[in-house]
């Protein structure tokens, strides 16, 4: 117990490290600046793999891996150190690297990347690199590293062998200076010695013909350029220095804006979407609650006269089914408790990781922060989903408390395990860094199996302890026999219609967030997303609200499960939604396929456990009250 204790608060430690602002350090004139390299990585096939297994340079002192935190694992994220020497206000012009000689797997290797648009993902003081691309005709700045190489019309790969770093600086003192950012010019060139001198790679190497130790390397300068093939390749480096007043505090802003590649309107216009949406069913639920329910509460509590008495007319509506309407589900009740506490747990993670990374705690800055964050909260919810789970088991009179609790601790979990295990051993078979390494596996299943799943026991006999929920109407032994259901309430024409517009609600955002996860995007607007998710809830309930009461109209008294899948159908669009967004990967790869589709069902499946649970709690708080609300003979 106590090893558990202090991995989660070692754990925590890396989550909340980070202070928005906080810790910035000034480098003195002349001292050295690390730069380290990371995976490279491809939004085509979604396989990085380790910087260093292309035949770039190597550092002289061998390659060092810098520690990571569980999120950076999960991520794929493997920092490197690199050979390039940088120095605080030192410019360099044309440095030359290393020679390497390229056999034809090491040329294959390259083509496959320059193929693929694999990028690299250079850092310098926490600062990701910033690409400047040149061509014939334009200059073009992206924010998500450099490319690898390229190919020309005919389809022939070109390498990118000299690199232009360009850092701009911040001066906070007299002798203290900050990165503010950090940008790569990638070149060709096929590069040449003086007077035809040949270099075997080792001692201090002759000058170059191709560029020049006192200026900078243009693109217009270079004659030819280094075609990936057998045979010695040269690489060269410069640095640059720029003086800059950006401060430290907003280093990030044109990374995680993408230099205001999209506007805030659009966030504003998702937000203005959703809020329509939500005055449009609130505006249903009025109705049903102050006109509708509200006559109909009066007329059941209403004393009849003696000549309604005498005519003895027959009620109609909800309230003929007040003798069923807690009946527990007839199918499946123990899974029904085992997903309502799992989805109870999944609310609570997604509005923590939320709330905190609107703070600023959980930040696209530092790396792996939010997915270790939201671990963390997940975990430390799993008392929550004990509770929930038999709390409700015990109110519908359940006996095998025990198998109950468990599938509650095993369901969810050990399916996404399983299928993250099935994953990572595909990408482990490609030998890219997104499988996960041996210890970072035994740790979560540390967190699961140690912290977890005792949470879940512990909570479970919390809610055991507690009594049952005490319903305002008394249930009857025989059930009722339920009339023809019209086809419009249907399950699944509710479910088609319950799970339309949450999902309209929250579309605009949710493409933002898949271009983070697949196009190796920053998705940094969690203020906004905090409101999307506010709203995305109060519209599954009101849309879960409205067709319960439609429902119970119809007396059909099986609202348990209808009110789960009537709102977590927004997991069935959200699916949908990702087979149209997968044309913009531009994959022609089975493993890609697999490992987009397959995390896109864990996702969804997630999706539909937070709504069918929102759904869930509002349809029964809703009917608790109104059937609280009426005399009952």
């Known amino acids: 117990m106590f090893f558990s204790v202090l991995l989660i608060s070692c754990l925590l430690e890396n989550v909340f490290g980070y202070l928005p602002g906080v810790a910035p350090y000034s480098f003195e004139s002349g001292e050295e600046v690390v730069l380290k390299v990371n995976k490279l990585s491809s939004v085509h096939t979604q396989l990085p793999y380790n910087y260093y297994s292309l035949k770039y340079c190597k550092p002289k002192e061998g390659v060092q891996t810098y520690s990571e935190n569980l999120g950076e ?302 671990l963390c909260f997940f975990v430390l919810t799993s008392f929550l989903g004990g ?69 879940v026991f512990l909570g479970a006999y919390t809610g055991y302890k507690v009594d049952v929920i005490d319903y305002p109407v008394v249930t009857s032994n025989i059930p009722r026999q339920i009339p023809p259901q019209p086809w419009y309430l249907h399950p699944l024409m509710t479910a088609m219609i319950g799970g339309v517009l949450p999902f309209g609600a929250c579309f605009v955002e949710l493409f933002f967030i898949m271009s983070s996860l697949w196009m190796d995007q920053y998705y940094y607007v969690f203020g906004f997303l905090l409101i999307v998710f506010c709203i995305l809830v109060v519209t599954c309930a009101e849309m879960s609200i409205v067709l319960t009461y439609f429902q119970l109209c119809s007396e059909d008294y099986h609202w348990w499960w209808r009110s789960v899948f009537t709102s977590g159908a927004t997991a069935a669009y959200v699916m949908l939604y990702s087979v149209l967004y997968f044309n913009r990967l531009e994959s022609n790869m089975a493993i890609t396929y697999i490992l987009y589709f397959g995390y896109m069902t864990l996702i969804s499946l997630g999706v539909f456990l937070m709504t069918g649970t929102i759904g869930f709690v509002s349809s029964f708080i809703f009917t608790y009250q109104i059937y609280g609300s009426i005399k009952v003979d």
């Open 73 to 374: 694992f999960l991520s794929g994220d493997r920092i490197e150190n690199s050979p390039y020497k940088i120095n605080m206000l030192e410019n360099k012009y044309c440095e030359i690297i290393c020679q390497n000689k390229f056999s034809p797997k090491d040329s294959e290797g390259f083509k496959h990347a320059i193929e693929h648009q694999y990028h690299n993902n250079w850092i310098i003081d926490n600062l990701p690199a910033a690409s400047i691309l040149d061509s014939d005709q334009y200059v073009t700045t992206q924010y998500t590293g450099f490319p690898v190489g390229y190919q020309d019309e005919k389809r022939n790969s070109y390498i990118y062998n000299h690199v232009n770093i360009v850092l701009d600086y911040h001066q906070v003192e007299e002798d203290g200076y900050r990165v503010v950012g950090f940008y790569v010019e990638p070149l060709s060139v096929k590069h040449a010695f003086n007077n035809g001198e040949v270099w075997d790679g080792k001692g201090t190497p002759p000058l170059l013909s191709t560029c020049s130790t006192s200026e900078t390397l243009k693109f217009a300068s270079i004659k030819d350029h280094q075609k990936v093939g057998n045979g010695n390749v040269v690489f060269t480096y410069g640095v640059e220095w720029r003086e800059s007043d950006v401060l430290w505090a907003s280093r990030w802003d044109v990374y995680l804006s993408m230099n205001k590649a999209v506007p805030d309107k659009v966030h504003w216009f998702s937000i203005i979407n959703s809020l329509l949406i939500v005055v449009f069913l609130a505006f249903m639920v009025a109705m049903i609650l102050l006109r509708t329910v509200h006559h109909d509460i009066n007329g059941y509590n209403r004393v009849k006269t003696s000549e309604e008495l005498a005519e003895e007319r027959e009620e109609s509506g909800w309230k003929l089914v007040h003798a069923d309407i807690f009946r527990p589900p007839a199918e499946f009740p123990m899974i029904f408790c085992a997903l309502m506490g799992t989805g109870v747990q999944i609310v609570v993670c997604v509005f923590l990781s939320i709330f905190f990374s609107a703070l600023g705690f959980l930040s696209p800055t530092n790396r792996g922060s939010i997915m270790l964050g939201m």
């Open 387 to 455: 509770y929930v789970s038999a709390r409700l088991f015990k109110t519908f009179k359940g006996k095998e408390w025990q198998r109950c609790t468990l599938t509650t601790a095993l369901a969810f979990p050990g399916l996404c395990f399983l299928l993250f295990f099935i994953m990572d051993m595909l990408t482990w078979s490609y030998g890219s860094t997104d499988a996960v390494p041996l210890v970072s596996f035994l740790t979560l299943l540390v967190l699961w199996f140690l912290i977890s799943v005792p949470l």
